[in-house]
């Protein structure tokens, strides 16, 4: 239905007449440009004749106060949005048109709001995990590995898996904030390097098995050097190796190996438990030879002493008498030799009433030698009847010279 329909009046929306042309633009904005002075108490215009603006004269004070009151709320609001609080663990960084300012502790704080001034808050109390050859899942359960990291070569030209975890910390925010654009990036890319480096320098054994330890304290050493040489403002708190192991392609056949170098390692410990039994033993044997030998020394050493001694002695008495010296060895002589025989020697002497045998003493022994005694018993007999005559012995003596003898 159109705007000047036949019955429904002018409804012209521009205001006009019963003219039907288009409405006049001017005419338009001069209605629009007179409320908005009325807004801010200047002149309005009513229907063009300027007529009725003089009423909004007295009212030109107020309008500049409500001006000034709506400029300083917004500035007070300004202002405001310069307050911030850092939590606690946290400092703040601030920029003055983008330079660094100062760095803040926890609490409230106030800098110039934007864009003068900004803050950038940091965290310095979570100790943050750079993981190198593998990515861990949401909650850490899983894992999943990286083999453009993970995969290294050896100092005997063989391949390695390695996975390892750097734990960091904030210690510098500021350095932290303005002198590297992504310094986890950059601590993960250098401690990638030091391991590849560190790794590099020695042998596939030696990394499989004691070396881990090793490999993981020279990365730390190298990456917390690098850190501080390049001023990250991050610390190195540890360096854990988490996996080594070698390709899965060559996985069975270095299982293996690993059972082979067991089976060695058993072998040179049985070897040495061995040792450790037999070399004792062996070294107590000797040195019970050794003592043996020194007392069979000592005892020669001593005899010879003692027969050279006795023997001076008795050079002594010989040169003083010799006749009675030479009498005193054979008797010595003799008396020695007969000690050890069981034979009687008895002189053909008639005074003696009565011959004593002691047989008891002459019986004595092993069973073997009683038919020897009971021999001797009838030799001393018939000796004892055959020098009844009185006869001298061969030696010239008298059968009164020479007295019995009896041995043990």
Known sequence: MSWNEPGRGNRDPWGGSGNQGPPDLDEVIRKVKGKFSGLFGGKGSSGGNGQGGDSGGGSSGVSFKAVGAIVGIAVVIWLASGIYIVDEGWRGVEKRFGAYHRTTMPGPHWRPPVPIGSVQQVNVETIRVSEIGYQSGSGGTSRRQVPEEALMLTQDENIVDVQLAVQYRVDDPAAYAFNFRQPDQT????????????????????????????????????????????????????????????????????????????????????????????????????????????????????????????????????????????????????????????????????????????LNRMSSGSGGQGGSAQALDRDVLDRRVSSGDGQQNSSGRSRGDLRSRETR
Do not use: W
């Open 187 to 358: 601590l993960k890319d250098m401690a990638e390097s030091a391991l590849r480096e560190t790794v590099g320098k020695r042998r596939m054994d030696f990394v499989l098995t004691e070396g881990r330890t090793e490999v993981a304290r020279r990365t730390r050493e190298l990456v917390s050097q690098a850190m501080e040489d390049y001023g990250t403002g991050l610390t190195v708190v540890s360096v854990d190796m988490q996996d080594v192991q070698p390709p899965d392609e060559v996985q069975g056949a270095f299982e293996d190996a690993i059972m082979a170098r067991e089976d060695e390692q058993r072998k040179i410990n049985q070897a040495n438990a061995y040792r450790n039994e037999v070399i004792p033993r062996a070294q107590g044997e000797a040195a019970r030879i050794r003592e043996e030998a020194e007392g069979y020394r000592q005892q020669v050493i001593a005899e010879a002493e003692g027969e050279s001694a006795r023997f001076q002695a008795l050079l002594r008495e010989y040169s003083q008498a010799p006749g009675v010296t030479r009498t005193r060895l054979y008797l010595d002589a003799v008396s020695d030799i007969y000690s050890r025989s069981r034979k009687i020697l008895m002189t053909g002497d008639s005074a003696d009433s009565l011959l004593y045998l002691p």
